[in-house]
């Protein structure tokens, strides 16, 4: 059975940092690339960033210098440090491990909020 447990949201002030972590299980977790989603209020889910089972990254353009993808392949977790929070950052956060584009799981999502 896979499960991907996403934990770290909580309520931050703005220009705080919050750190997420999702840990797998049931997965071949070196294989598969690695992204965090997220969606707030009233839109739709949208990619944050994403770890290629090379550790190749990429992020979206409104998180860049501020947010960081990491994995830890021994532990089967991904981590997404969140610097310099905004309140725009506002959002359910989703894990998401993908392989090759047809195996897709996601986790249950941590909410993140961003207010002072």
């Known amino acids: 059975q896979v499960q991907l447990v996403d934990t770290g949201g909580g309520l931050v002030q703005p220009g705080g940092s919050l750190k997420l972590s999702c840990t797998s299980s049931g997965i071949t977790f070196s294989l598969y690339d690695m992204g965090w989603y997220r969606q707030g209020p009233g839109k739709k889910r949208e990619l944050v960033a994403r770890?290629?089972?090379?550790?190749?990254?990429n992020y979206a353009d409104s998180v860049k210098g501020r947010f960081t993808i990491s994995r830890d392949n021994g532990k089967k977790t991904v981590y997404l440090q969140m610097n310099t929070l905004e309140p725009g950052d506002t959002a359910v956060y989703y894990c998401?491990?993908?392989?090759?584009?047809?195996?897709?799981?996601w986790g249950q999502g941590t909410q993140v909020t961003v207010s002072a």
């Open positions: 998401n491990a993908n392989l090759n584009g047809v195996l897709d799981y």
């Open positions: 770890i290629t089972s090379g550790e190749s990254t």
